[in-house]
């Protein structure tokens, strides 16, 4: 019965790898096995956390369907699974290495440990990837560096944002249910969605992302570790729905790209919370509170002013464009029209124009 169990808990497992591997397939725009978003990487890292690292065989079964799924040639969806493996068996091993005497070094050095371990499993997971999909001939050597790039902000954000949430140094299930459940907890959730849809869905917000920033900071203040956690992925979801639908600070019209930019803001914005939570945790928040909020500011203003001069710029130089191509219309029109009035002049004043007489006006006009 126990093995029965622990099976049962394997294929779901690999069905959940699974099925967050097939969202964040639907935003592989650039290649069908890479994407810009990437949750099964928290999600595996979790997985192993949880289980000490007893159901790796489920995350080699989910990344291997997966990719096998994407159409990939058959030798590289094998190689990406075993990146895929070894991505959640590393972060696993460097992250689970967190135990120290002293309360506050053990506190800086989990900290270090969760990015150190989120960055190198992410590194190992996208060299093996690309490589294998260089190897068998699916991309070319020209789409390396950038598909490189893709599949490892995918996966660092999937380690950064999901994991904190399952099983980086969380309490019971219980307990984080208690906390989700207080006023304070609640009312920060609404603060943090009501932030995401001025700065997403109204066209005056799309200027102020970093706003997003002071208000984490408010969310850490007066909920908990876990309610924190929670509004970065609540921020992830709701950017990445709007950012797809062309809406927010990001939409360009051209997605892929926009979800890039993206992931590099929803960067900052998981290190910022991991920053926020271990200086409240020593009971220094308020200190760190006037750095970042200053640091903050400063960014703000500087990407108010640099969106507006290029917005301004923008403008001016399609303003530019646009009565470049009008002049010229207008200057074209006008050879048209001396064209037909000197067609119309060969033809009054002959009785008649043979074929090569027209054509030789033709020729000698450069009409055509």
């Not at 080699?60 to 895929?84: E, Y």
Request: hydrophobic content about 50%.
């Amino acid at each position: 019965m126990k093995n029965l169990s622990r099976y049962t808990l394997m294929a779901l497992s690999v069905a959940m790898y699974l099925a967050l591997a097939k969202l964040g397939l639907l935003l592989a725009f650039e290649h069908a096995s890479v994407s810009p978003v990437w949750p099964p990487t928290g999600f595996a890292i979790s997985l192993l956390l949880l289980t000490q690292g007893k159901f790796w065989p489920a995350i080699a079964v989910g990344a291997f369907l997966a990719n096998f799924s994407s159409n990939s040639p058959l030798g590289a969806t094998t190689c990406i699974a075993i990146g895929n493996t070894l991505e959640a068996v590393i972060g696993y091993v460097i992250i689970s290495k967190n135990r120290t005497s002293d309360a506050y070094d053990h506190l800086y050095f989990r900290s270090i440990l969760f990015i150190l371990g989120s960055v190198v499993a992410s590194f190992t997971s996208a060299i093996i990837g690309v490589s294998s999909l260089a190897l068998f001939g699916s991309i070319s050597k020209s789409q390396f560096v950038g598909l490189f790039g893709t599949w490892l902000t995918g996966d660092l954000l999937g380690a950064l944002i999901i994991t904190p949430l399952f099983a980086f140094d969380t309490p019971s299930w219980q307990k984080n249910f208690r906390e989700i459940r207080r006023v304070t907890s609640l009312g920060s959730i609404g603060l943090i969605l009501v932030s995401l849809g001025g700065i997403f869905i109204a066209p005056e917000g799309t200027h102020f992302p970093l706003l997003l920033f002071p208000v984490l900071l408010v969310v850490a203040s007066v909920g908990g570790p876990y309610t924190m956690r929670l509004s970065v992925v609540l921020i992830a979801v709701c950017s990445v729905l709007a950012t797809i639908n062309d809406m927010g600070p990001f939409a360009s019209g051209v997605v892929a790209h926009d979800l890039m930019y993206l992931q590099l803001f929803m960067l900052g914005v998981s290190l910022t919370s991991i920053a926020i939570l271990s200086f409240k945790s020593i009971k220094e928040l308020t200190a760190a509170s006037i750095v970042l909020l200053v640091g903050w500011f400063f960014s703000g203003v500087l990407y108010y002013t640099f969106t507006e001069q290029d917005a301004a710029f923008d403008e001016q130089h399609y303003s530019a464009l646009i009565h470049e191509v009008e002049d010229r219309i207008v200057d074209r029109m006008r050879l048209y029209v001396d064209y037909l009035i000197s067609g119309a002049s060969l033809f009054a004043a002959s009785e008649s124009v043979e074929p090569d007489e027209w054509r030789a006006f033709v020729d000698y006009s450069e009409l055509v």
